[in-house]
């Protein structure tokens, strides 16, 4: 089995931003499968680029076992058209890029990070032939609907329409993050048995190691700064979705001194979040740029609670799988999930607090009975681990996707 992986924004080891198909490929590889993810070389978190080229275009790589096929395209600071330019560069890039590697896929998966990408994805696999893999991963054009973004009689909404029905067509599975989702499917008449819901997960082998030693000296610093304190985190994109100023409202009623916040990461709402801080007088807040996926474990393990604000949206109520859920159980941190959704979005299992009405004052009032009952905070951790390692690790979800996909005749 060689599966072929298109995806505009993976990244390997040693990065910033979307792990998801590096880890996942690293337990397919275990199973003897063979995996490429073409992806662009420029991290659009970091907005630098992270290969060094010579007169070429593309560069091939074999990180951990994973061989990626990094493609040069053009940088860009800012959400405008050089952003429009990047992702047709990779996706036209990526498509002619399937004669220059010897071997053939058996499967390709599209993911729609953007359309773009998927429908590269989709015409590899028609031209070799290989099985085609849909990653529906946010339902487009249906969030951008909920969130309240665009109008479903829009003409940008109709065109997504026509390509989502298209890839959908196109595909012999289609892979879904959430298990709702599965409902959203079925009313568009895809038959159960090509649907495979394939969570975002968590490597467990990366919080097994004790490596907080390698964490840079300003982080240490602002551990040891605030020891004894209930540390309360939250890691990922400062955008305006990710609700962070309701962090902010919470953390400047908390009168207690023994309760602080910590935002680690990067996004263009961060520096007017820092502007509010400074200009309010808030003292509990301490902000930390990005950090390497690999330190974010051991970081992890040294606070006490992990936050996951999400705007209000009635998108979410099909499921929820960001990254940052899974990291924070796999630390052996209670989550607490901020957002108006109903409490079936999740999956029974997830042992996670959800405050979906009354958002600030019951944000305060669950830190407050946390910081009060310390053994709570053990027993929701542990919770939470068992949940991620039953259900959520890689290791799991690469055995039900090979499980899946084994009986295909290629």
């Avoid at 429908?119 to 032939?129: E, F, N, P, Y």
């Avoid at 819901?197 to 490596?211: A, P, R, T």
């Avoid at 200009?279 to 330190?295: A, M, P, Q, R, Y």
């Amino acid at each position: 089995m060689n599966i072929w992986i298109f995806n505009h924004y993976a990244v390997g080891s040693n990065s910033s931003g979307f792990t998801r198909h590096y880890d996942f490929a690293k337990q397919l590889i275990k199973k003897g499968i063979k995996v490429t993810i073409f992806a662009a070389s420029f991290n659009y978190q970091t907005k630098k680029e992270k290969i060094l080229y010579d007169k070429s275009w593309y560069k091939i790589e074999n990180v951990n076992g994973v061989r990626f096929v990094w493609i040069k395209t053009l940088p860009y600071t800012k959400n405008n058209y050089k952003r429009v330019i990047n992702m047709f560069e990779y996706s036209i890039k990526a498509y002619f890029l399937k004669n220059k590697l010897k071997d053939t896929p058996t499967h390709v998966i599209g993911s729609l990070m953007h359309p773009f990408a998927a429908i590269t994805g989709a015409l590899v696999s028609k031209k070799k032939k290989a099985k085609f893999l849909f990653e529906e991963r946010d339902l487009w054009p249906q969030s951008m609907i909920d969130l309240g973004g665009a109008s479903e009689k829009g003409l940008k909404v109709k065109i997504l329409r026509k390509i989502e029905n298209w890839l959908i067509n196109s595909s012999d599975y289609i892979i879904l993050l959430f298990d709702k989702a599965k409902k959203y499917m079925l009313e568009k008449g895809v038959l159960n048995e090509r649907i495979i819901v394939l969570s975002n997960g968590v490597d467990l082998e990366n919080f097994n190691n004790n490596i907080s030693n390698q964490l840079p000296d300003y982080i240490r610093h602002v551990l040891d700064l605030h020891k004894g304190k209930l540390l309360v985190v939250y890691t990922g994109a400062h955008g305006m979705a990710n609700n962070l100023d309701l962090i902010l409202d919470a953390a400047k009623e908390i009168s207690q001194e023994s309760i602080h916040f910590i935002l680690l990461g990067d996004g263009v709402h961060k520096e007017n979040l820092k502007r509010r801080k400074e200009n309010e007088g808030i003292t509990n807040v301490t902000f930390l740029d990005s950090i390497e996926k690999e330190l974010i474990p051991p970081f992890l393990k040294q606070v006490h609670v992990g936050l996951l604000p999400l705007h209000n949206s009635p998108v979410f109520n099909w499921g929820i799988s960001p990254n940052k859920m899974y990291d924070y159980m796999a630390a052996k941190l209670p989550v607490l999930i901020i957002t108006d959704i109903e409490k079936d979005a999740l999956n029974k299992s997830n042992p996670s607090i959800l405050i979906n009405e009354n958002q600030k004052e019951n944000l305060i009032k669950e830190l407050l009975i946390l910081n009060a009952d310390r053994t709570r905070i053990d027993n929701l951790g542990k919770k939470g681990y068992e949940y991620v390692n039953t259900e959520c690790s890689w290791e799991y979800l690469a055995n039900e996707f090979f499980h899946k996909i084994s009986k295909d005749n290629y």
